[in-house]
């Protein structure tokens, strides 16, 4: 577990029905909130006791449930996404994008890949973006999951990710938190404007 900006903490761990790491983050301070979980090695209890877990897509649960019934917080997800969960799957509770999800947390919306994609805005540091399935960053470059995982049109998806991304632009951020790959810190703003850019 790594301390990315004060109070904001990541780690991966390997999720076993993917097949790859994969990162989840704490934050700490005011807002308490797990993102996206996987189990720290260390255990989650050495920077904090979350008070809440955001999903940033349905498809994110990972161990959620684990943390929910460990820490007697609730679980959280964008509103589209709760059909994943009606059939006697976890109490999930449903938020919409431009709700201050958490003191200093923010969710917006990308709705490209799937209506429940979410990205967060996070009051850390000098301000930080989260990224759900939209985006990736493997070796140092901000990317698309591959053409097959993003569906029958995956050119006008990944238009609609730029165009997402656009208004994102004119946040306070300078980190960037990925679900899948290496988180950027320090750079972020520039590295985003470059990639919507194309």
Request: glycine share 12%; with cysteine.
């Amino acid at each position: 577990m790594h301390e990315l900006l004060p109070g904001l903490f990541h780690w991966t761990a390997h999720h076993e029905r993917i097949g790859m790491d994969v990162s989840s983050y704490f934050l700490a301070g005011e807002t308490l909130t797990l993102l996206d979980p996987m189990p720290p090695p260390e255990g989650v209890e050495a920077v904090g006791r979350p008070a809440a877990i955001v999903l940033t897509t349905r498809h994110h649960l990972r161990h959620a449930e684990r943390f929910a019934a460990e820490f007697g917080c609730p679980i959280l997800c964008h509103e589209d996404g709760l059909h994943e969960f009606a059939d006697g799957g976890p109490n999930v509770t449903g938020f919409r994008f431009g709700d201050e999800l958490r003191p200093g947390l923010e969710a917006l919306e990308m709705d490209a890949i799937s209506p429940d994609d979410t990205a967060l805005h996070v009051a850390a540091g000098d301000g930080a973006l989260a990224f759900a399935d939209a985006i990736i960053r493997y070796g140092g470059e901000i990317g698309f999951v591959p053409d097959h995982l993003i569906g029958d049109d995956p050119e006008g998806v990944k238009r609609r990710v730029r165009e997402a991304l656009e208004p994102m632009l004119e946040r306070d951020f300078d980190t960037l938190l990925f679900a899948h790959g290496d988180p950027l810190v320090g750079g972020g703003r520039q590295a985003l404007e470059r990639f919507v850019a194309g």
